[in-house]
Every structure is written in structure tokens, then in C-alpha cells.
């Protein structure tokens, strides 16, 4: 055994032990749908008397302040490490948060419930007694972890372009101008622990450009006072109390200022005071105040049997999967799928070290991602087959090193391209979509390590012995395969009319944006919002009979949760009252006796914004596997590549524009997941051509159609075995999944048919065409 190989055999073994110990001792958090949550239910205030009545006179500018205040929300629930949260706006002036797996609920609503209004004052100086707008009494306990034992009280914000009286840190009133910067003015805030300089934990605070200008302006008036003179302070003011007032250095010139833009807010911090802070700056101060007006456990929104259902169809998916392999690549196959069983240890140990939640679509994802997975060794035992086949390497224990080293070109191109888009949508999305970068990017490092180290490291010890160096059949290498067989026999030539084939997918693209617009799309809760209806039942309600009533009574999409013992929540799109009374009649029906407690109208969970910076991701995103691609195979294939990618998403969407499939949070998941591995295929092929090239260009000259069809047909057994392998996956999740996997697999489905087809006859012919309109430039 060679030194590389002691190297990836111990790197194999440390990776799956810490795996291990990781699953073990880490449990993941299960989200909303599997295992329910707390619920937090808040009620905005007007900021003052002119608020309430601008409220009662303008309602559409009412309901934009509760939307802008879900936003900001939202981005204190990201802060707070919690994945999957539902939050939307119920009637005119509540909003509903719910959490899956919080550690500590009241300290979440508590920090929810801030309003966050961070100022920046000049000191006037101080105040015999106080003002009407603050007393010592009222803000004696200035850190901001003062919160934690008492919800804020909600009221009239003061107003902080006036000049106000408020009690310093040590109690002292200190009467301060009018705010000469707000939270709005700062572009970052970090809590930070100084160790050496002992200010110990602190929050430190940079400007925007215009923030940096009126930060100097405020510094430079108080240095005009002298040393000592509380004249010289400027005041940090959080919801009505002042945190942080520090004297400005002798240093600092009268008039000049403090330049840099930035600040340091100190205080009897620890880290949970600093880093709430720098949360609540970061997120924004909310447009109204809010009260918690309930907070409480609520059930999953998928029933047992749902959950039993996709269990079942994961264990049965990843089993066929792992027969499928073995099949046909015999003991490379039984290898790959010791190493597919890594692959899945290693995905769930990062995600439970991440804290991420696990809902039922992240669930069935984490399966197809196994049966993606194959893709890279079924990458490696092509190339291995294709090097013995040739008699370049006569023995399999080389054709395997070779068929490594060959692939690994396109595994790294097909994996990055994709790292680069859950990086950006990590980045720049937030929520759901946000997440699902953290868990596209965990599947394909894991995939990457599972086929790279641990396949090879298996595959060393499996071909050095005597029985596959004697029967070299037994590998699985010495056959070239059916596929491959049948395409030696035929040279079908299938570039041989590029045209025809764009013109197949101009048709199909035809046809599904006929279907968007003849059609439309049946947008989701998520996106439209709805309505929420909660009864009161005389006993005890099962929701798993809930929902199968309401679907029997035509709202198969109801989503039923209960909390406590005898309430019941049903959740819907949109509907008239009489479809209002046909729900409240079948919950009366079920439960004997059901009273309605509330009727409110609800808005999306995905939000605007949200929405928006998903698509700014995935535009960008796309931008980036172009520049990646345009790089690694110059302009003209990765063009090809990402129009291909369009098509694929287009098509998806007019598939389920015309079968009136719902566009919602699964299909969202599904889309995400078709535009993270759609490109691979095309990636792998173009890798296939590049190789061909240089290899033509060193000599007998060919021409670019036939090197694209060489690429087409050698590479094709790579794309029908991995295919293959995810259909047999999804098509278990379909079977078996129950109506909560159904749409999700359906899309699946149709995403990778389309993909694969786009691959060969979308991306490959136009690679083609380009290449013909300007014979003069090298592809590659």
C-alpha cells in the first residue's frame, strides 16, 4: 500500500468516525411541519396618537407599516440562528411567528417584541429632576439585557427630533438635542470581546457614508466644550433609555470630529446583552411597536402518517438506489454504496453541527441528494471502463486510477458550479431559500468526499486484492455496459442536425409559456396569503382525520395544526364565505362541537422582499456559474450551458402551469434543488468536449459538431446510469411519499427529465450552432 493511499484510507476513517460521534451526540432540529413549534402572536401599536388616527383613515398605509415590520422580523428571526420560521401577517394589525426547535421562547419573544430605536445624541448638559419624557426612575437599568425579565411596555414612542431628558447610565438626567443619527445611519454593528484593552464585552458600530459625515459633525460640536463638561458627551439612546453616554477624547479637535465612521458602545455587557444588540441594530428598529399578546405550543403541520409516509419512501428509494449500483457495476457498486451510506452520515452530522432544521422537503431533497450522489462514482467507473475497454490500462486496479484521475476534472467543474450558487444564495436570499443554499452546499461537499476519499480509498484495498486482479469481470470494470454497447454498434451521430433538436426544445419552451399565460400559475399561501381560522372543539381533534376531511371536502391544501388540547388552527388560500362555512362545518362534523374563535385574513409567508432577494440571488447566481464557466470553457459553452438551465426552468413551470399544480414552498424547494443540479449535466458533457479537443488539436484534425457527438455518445452511459439512479429515488418518494411528497417528487421528476434532454439536445446543440455562426473562434 502506497503512502496516498494510508493518507485517503485514515482520512476516510477520521471523516466518518467524527460523523458518527457528530449524529450521535447532535441531535437535528426537526421544523414546523414534523414536529410543530411555539407560536408567537404580536400586535402592532400606533407610535403616536397622529399614528393611529393616519391608521384609521388610511388602511392600505397601515397594512404597509405591518408588512415592513414582518420584514424586519424576519431578518431578527435569521439573526437568531432559527431555520424555517413561518411568519405572516394576520388581520390588520397581528402578526404570527412561529418557531421550530427555540431553545428559550420567552428570551425569542423578547427580543422580537423590541422595538429597536437606536439614536445618537449631543448632551446639552444636565437636568435638575426630569421631564416629562423620561424619568431616572423610569431608565435606571441602561443595558440592554434589561429586557429579558419584563416584556417592553407598549405606548407613544417619543419623538427623537425633539429635545428630550433622559437618565444616564449611573441615573444622572441628562438632557439631550434632537437625534443627530439613527439605527437607519449604520451600515454594520458586532458585539466583540476585548480581552487585552479590558472594555470587555462591547458592541462596535460603522457608519454609512452619510452617517460617517454627521458622526464627525456630532463629535465635533461636543469637543467645543471643555474636558469634564457633560456638554461633552454624546448620548446612545435604545428604546427611551440611554445605554452608553461617553465624554469625547482631549484628543478630538473642536470642530474637526472623530473621522472613520465608526464607534464603540460600551456598557455592563455580557455576550448575550452585546449580542442582541448588535442583532437588533443590524435588523433595524420596527416601523410600530408590538406586544406578544399570546405565545403558546403548536402542533406539526404535517400529521404522523405523513411522516411515516416519507420515511418510508426515503429508506425504500435509497435501498433501490443502492441495488441499482451494485447491479451494474457489480463490486464497485456494492463499494459506492458503503460510500452513498457515508455520504448520507456525513450530510445529516453537518447539518446537526450547523443547527439546521429538517422539514419533510429538506427531508426528501437529503434523499435525492443520494441518489445525486452517485453521479460523481458513476462519473469515475465510466472513465475506468472506457480506459480498459481501450487497452489503455490493462488491469483493473489501473484503469481505476485512471478513471479517477480523468474525472476529476468534471466532478470539480460540475460541483463548484453549484457550490457557487448555494454560496450566493446563502449570501444574498434569506428564509427558506436561504437556507436551502446551507443544505445544497453541505450535499455537494459531502458528495464530493464520499466519492473522492472514501470510494477511492475502498476501491484501492477492493482491486489490490487477488479474486479481482484474476476475474477482473467481478469489478464491474471489464464491461463496458449496455448503453454504451448499443452506441458502439449504431454511431447514431446525434449532431449530425443540430437545429432539429433546438427546434424541439423552441416548441417545448412554446408550449410551456402558453401554459403560464393561457393558464397562470396557483400561487401558494406562501406567496398570495390566505385565510386562518381558529375553532375551539368540545374534544380533542386528531389532525390527521382534520385533514383528511378538509381534503375530502375540497381543501386538500388545508394546513391543520393543533395547540393545546382542544384547539384547532386550519389555514388556507384565499376563500369566500361559503367556503369559510363548508370548513367550519366539517371541523363541526369531526369534533361534535367546534367554536369559532378567530377568522382573520392572512398575508404570505414569503414576503416581498423575500421573493426579491431570492430572485436577485439566483440572477446572480446564474451570472456567476456563467463567468465560472466562460472561464474554465470560454464564453460560448458556458453560455450554452446556463440558456440550457433556463429552458429547464421554464419548462417546469409550464408543466405545472398546465397539470394546475400549486406553486408553493414545495414546489419553490423542488425548483431550487432542478437549478442547483441542472447545469451538471451539461458541465460533464462540455468537459467531454474540452478533453476531445485538445486531444484533436494535438492530431487528426475533427470538426466541432463531431467532437460534440463523440462528447454526446461517450458520455451518455455516465447520464443514463445517474438518471437513472435519481428517477428510482424519486419515483419511491412519488409511490410512497403520500400527498405531501407527490407534487414535490412530480416536479423532481419532470425538472430531471428536462434536465437530462436539455443536456444532450439543448445545451450541445447550441454549443454547435454558436460555434458555426463564427467558425473562426475556438470554443474551448
Known sequence: MSRAQRIRGLLALAVVALSLYVAVTVPVHLGLDLRGGTQIVLETRPADADAETDAETDADAGTGTVDRTVEVLRGRVDALGVAEPTIVRSGDDRIVVELPGVQDPAEAAQVLGRTAQLTFHRVL????????????????????GAGRDAAPTPGPRPDPTRARVLPDESGQPLRLDAAALTGSHVEEAAARFDQQGGAGWHVTVDFEDAGRDRWARLTGEAACRPAGDPARRVAIVLDDRIISSPQVDPSVGCGAGISGGSTMINGAFDDGDARELALLVNGGALPVPVETVEQRTVGPTLGAQAVTAGARAAAVGSVLTALFVIVVYRLLGVLAAVALLCYGLISYAALAALGATLTLPGLAGFVLAIGMAVDANVLVFERAREEYAARHRPTPRSALAAGFRNALGAIADSNITTLIAAGLLFLLASGPVRGFGVTLGIGVLASMVSALVITRALADLAVARPGPRRRPHLTGIAHTGVVRDRLARRDPRLMRRPRRWLAVSAAALVLAGTGIALRGLDLGIEFTGGRQIEY??????????????LADAGFPHAVVQTSGENRLTVRTGRLSDAQADAVGAAVDELAGRADELRDEAIGPSLGEELRRGALIALAVALGAQLVYLAARFR??????????????????????AWLGKPVDGVFLAALLTVIGYSVNDSVVVFDRVRELTRRAEEGRAASFRRIADRALQQTLP?????GTGAAIVLTALAVFGGDSLADFALALLVGLAVGTYSSMFTATPLAVVLHERRPGTRPL
Do not use: M, Q
Not at 125 to 144: K, L, M, N, Q
Not at 637 to 655: C, E, M, N
Not at 718 to 722: D, G, L, P
Open 718 to 722: 455516465r447520464t443514463v446510469n445517474t
Open 536 to 549: 375551539a372543539t368540545t374534544t380533542p381533534v386528531d389532525p390527521d382525520r382534520a385533514r383528511a376531511v
Open 125 to 144: 448638559g444636565t437636568a435638575v429632576g426630569a421631564g416629562s419624557e423620561g424619568t431616572p426612575e423610569a431608565g435606571r437599568d441602561a443595558a440592554p
Open 635 to 656: 464564453l460560448l459553452l458556458g453560455t450554452a450551458a446556463v440558456a440550457a438551465l433556463a429552458h429547464d426552468v421554464v419548462i417546469l413551470v409550464g408543466v405545472f
